[in-house]
């Protein structure tokens, strides 16, 4: 304390000791009082100090008193002391002081330094409590703000002027704007819609009057949304005279429920115009009404441009039938409008599709039209009656697109369905009516014939006119001519049909008698017609039940043929006749050239000394001239409709089977056979069949025959001279050759080189010969019946490996190689024969193939036949040799026999053997692309059956 200054130094008049005022002044001050150096030490302190933080004096004046300061204000205290040393005053510093329990005491400062003395007055007040109580009050206001900031509620805090004091967070979420750029405007300038604007203004000017808030709904504009609904509530904060300090609003966004308060009312309305049209549609059977009373009520509810009813027609077209519009140009019956009728393509479109909710016109069924009527959005909707399309209820906006809700598609919908239970009804009403009508006629009817009196006769003379002109519009669609007349045969009616095919029009004749229809011979016969009918006492007769022909006569003179027919009907004035006539001029014209041009044909093809005839697809005879009468000895007449078995009998009938099958696929045949002749023989016969084509489809075919049995005896002898010829040259000729072969074997001396070549020529030609000679008597034998074919049950594959592997060497020496395709099967056939076939066709393919071809051999089930195909790649044969290639000695070039050693018979005998076991052979051939032998054998042929033995 050594350094503390002496206040006795100061000096005092009154001699009072400094020291004892300065200690008294500390003692009773209720602050804290302090001298400290600015060494840092306390050097002074009033007992406040000690109290106030709980220490000795000696324990705050032994260390420097920084230690006693909190930590985080010791900085801030260094540098106020840095201050006060440069003789700056402290005022209203603050800082926390450590008690001695551990707790922390605020001290608010105010002090003054005297940098000569090194020391530091100052004075301190204790604020914990305040401080305290503002760190409450802190954190009591961060918690509210948080709160508001959190609650999803708008909250707004306004002046009673209305201005913005504070705006949470939703606030500003919402209406996408700060506190900042808010505060201070006027709530009422965030409203975008006018009105509300004013009326909020309005409650706040009232409010100033002293009058009370009331809660509001405006809209806020949203970032990025549409306007959103808003309700405020709110709550005043007044200060104790009342006045109002502060207007607290809360707001809840209410944009989804209204929207979904409006759904709701909306469905709820139309749920209750659909009870009330239905009542409506049951209490009235006025459709008009109905339809009129839909579309306008719609046209309301939906807010929409125009509601039209459009009414299916015949011509498939639509009506509009009733219309509501917001405005006159959305009319479709608006004057001077074309457009009462829609096109059909829109109509189709709807019977497809019950309902199309179309947004944008590109989608719309038919853009022109709608352009034209503009349209931008349609909702349409089909209306059904009895399951039938009726027409379409159709709504349209046309000011802008509209996206249309589903619950307007179901309204629309099941309006749609009352509408159709309303023309059901009214149709039914319609029918009723008819009913009545109808009993009523009845009623008449019945009611006159009773009384009988002649004006009653009268009326219904002119009913039955009336009905008769009803009658006149569809009588006049009629093809003939139908003509009323009473019973002094004056002309009552006369429809087109009569106009056109008499020449008269109806004016022309009406009351006219009848007489000048008929040609004037006819005319006596006619009325004698019509008087017998009249007596008949038939009442009415169908044209059906008589028919006769009689004559027209037209009114240029003309006379024609014609059908007519005759009804009577009972009226109250007489007899009613109606003759139906039909001209028959064009159909006896057409009829009579058939006929002529069928006896030219008959004329024709009887003086042919051929066998005609026309069979068709069921293998019956349509048409046969008169040499079948001569060949078969039957009138030719009766053979119409006769199965051709019955005509020819069975076993000739089998033999040409296979051809007429051909004939009916479509390809024309010509073939050998023999026909039985009622002389008691066999013919030849050379029949050709030539397929009768009608659109695409045969529809039988042409049988042309001829006998060739003249030709075939001459051949016959020819052939006998060949084969004893032949049997005459084949011994010595056989020993020629054995002759020439031992020549060439040099045994009986050596020739020279062009004796040996001669040697040679004579060999080959004398083993053509031999050949040659071996063939003819083949088939010599074969045609004769010489030889039998001897049956048994062979496979396909065998039959075709044997023949193949016999014509082997010669393929080597050719170069050809065989491709066989054959399936398994059993046939009943004479093998050797067979194979004789094979052999012969497989060895002309390999001479007439090119080197390194390949030729294919295939067999084709064809059910109850086997089909042999050999297929070469060789020269083929000109399409008209096709058939003679199978008679003897026919070949296609001359030098066949001499350069490939051929004898033109091996292909006859081939079908000697064939036909022999009831099959076909032909050939197929594309000139110099190769050719394809064929040939059919039956699976259970029996090959002596098929033998032409009696020839
Ligand atoms: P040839 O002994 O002359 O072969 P064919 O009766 O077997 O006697 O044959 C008659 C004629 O048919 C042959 O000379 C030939 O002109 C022609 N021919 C037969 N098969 C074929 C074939 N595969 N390719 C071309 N022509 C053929």
Redesign the pocket.
Known sequence: MENLPSLSQTGRADGRSVEQELTQIFAVTPGLLCIAGLDGYFKRLNPAFGLTLGYSDEALLSQPFINFVHPDDRTATLAELHCLARSKATRDFENRYRAQDGSYRWLLWTALSNPQEGLIYASAQDITERKQAEQALKQERDFSQAILNTVGVLVMVLTPQGRIVSFNRACEAMAGVSLEVVKGRFAWDLLPVPAEAMALQAAFDHLAQGQILPSWESHWESPGETHRLIVWSNTLLTQADGTVEYVIATGIDITERRADQQRLEQQNRQGQLLTELSRKIRQSLELSEILQTTVSEVQTLLGCDRVFILQAQADRTGKTVAEAFVQADFSLLQPGRQLFSFPPSYLDYHRLRSISVAPTPSELPAPTLLNAISVQSELVVSIITHGRFWGLLVAHQCTQPRQWHSIEVNLMQQLADQIGVAIDQAELLNNLEGLVTERTLKLTQINTQLQQEIGERHQTELALRESEQKFAGILDIAEEAIISVDQNQQIQLFNQGAERIFGYQAAEVIGQSLDILLPSSSRQVHRQHVHQFAASGTVSRRMAERSSQVSGRRKNGEEFPAKASISRLQTKTGNLFTVIIEDITIREQAEAALRRSEEQLRLTTNALPVLISYVDTRHRYRFNNRAYETWFGRPYTQMQGLHLSSVLGAATYRSVLPYLEQALAGQTVTFETAFPHQDGNSHWVSVSYIPDVQAGMVKGCFGLTSDISDRKATEQLKDEFVSVVSHELRTPLTSVHGSLKLLATGQLGTLADEGKALLEIAIKNTERLTRLINHVLDLERIESGQVTMVQECCQVTDLIDNAVQAIQPMARAHDITFQIQAEPMALWVDPDHIAQTLI?LLS??V??SPPGSVVRVRTVDRGEQVRFQIE?R????PSDKLET?FERF????AS??RE?G???????ICREIVQRHGGRIWVTSHHGEG?Q?CFTLPKDADPNSHGLSGS
């Open positions: 012969n002309n393919a001479k007439f070469d060789g020269r083929g044969i290639i026919q070949q296609v070039d066949d026999s490939r051929g004898t033109g018979l091996g292909l006859a050719s032998f």
